[in-house]
């Protein structure tokens, strides 16, 4: 769905510092998770996707962690670099659906 | 591997003028294919989406269209444009869950 709000939430961190980003999805029956960088001027970008079967799930330099109690799904990029810089977004998929629900959007800026 | 593209990369267009935005996606085949609209520092709006060639759904009434003539092929229409539909125009494609996006089409309706 569309965000609401015109700004949006923005995470400044220096170059070399962990990064956190956050999300709270609203669908209990979703079971599919995926995070977007989107640069500007540019499409989303696959980065990384976990199922509701795990809770953690690495790759290069990120880590998705998914609490399904809680609903809520983070994304940790390690040694920030300023080419990090982006709006991330988080998306949800509910089992046997092909439609997912995107989360508004973090800004991420990384200061060198 | 797969690729997707889109175009024109920018437009700019009148009030109440046409619209036809192309989106191809080359190396998987049936794929599901879907467009969005993303205003400037918003989230993603689907607007139509297709799991086959003459299969369109919509999910948002407006004044704009999708059609999908070839397999890997959608296009994005309007008879008419108004100045809400100025916008960052995404394609995407997907297989099962997961969706791929092209590099987007900004289009400015002045």
């Known amino acids: 769905g569309e965000s609401v709000g015109l700004h949006l939430p923005t995470l400044s961190v220096q170059e070399g510092d962990n990064s956190i980003i956050n999300c709270a999805y609203s669908?209990?029956?979703?079971?599919?998770f995926i995070w977007y960088k989107q640069e500007s001027g540019k499409g989303p970008q696959f980065i990384i996707d976990?199922?509701?079967?795990?809770d953690k799930r690495q790759g290069q330099r990120v880590t998705v962690l998914l609490n399904k109690t809680v609903k809520h799904l983070s994304l940790q990029i390690a040694a920030t670099q300023p080419g990090d810089s982006a709006v991330y977004f988080c998306?949800?998929?509910?089992?046997?659906?092909?439609?997912?629900?995107f989360g508004r959007g973090t800004s991420l800026i990384v200061h060198p | 591997s797969q690729t997707i593209h889109q175009w024109p990369a920018t437009l700019v267009q009148p009030v109440g003028s046409p619209l036809s935005l192309e989106c191809t996606v080359e190396?998987?085949?049936?794929?599901?294919l879907y467009w969005y609209r993303q205003a400037a520092g918003r989230g993603l709006q689907l607007l139509f989406y297709?799991?086959?060639?003459?299969?369109i759904s919509s999910e948002v009434p407006q004044n704009l269209s999708a059609s999908r003539p070839q397999d890997r092929q959608f296009i994005l229409s309007s008879k008419k444009l108004l100045l809400s539909d100025s916008g960052f125009y995404l394609c995407?494609?997907?297989?099962?869950?997961?969706?791929?996006f092209g590099p987007g089409t900004r289009l400015l309706v002045l």
């Open positions: 995407a494609w997907g297989k099962l869950e997961t969706q791929y």
């Open positions: 669908n209990s029956a979703s079971d599919y």
């Open positions: 976990i199922r509701s079967n795990m």
């Open positions: 998306a949800e998929i509910r089992g046997g659906s092909y439609i997912p629900t």
């Open positions: 190396g998987t085949s049936n794929p599901n």
């Open positions: 297709s799991v086959g060639i003459g299969q």
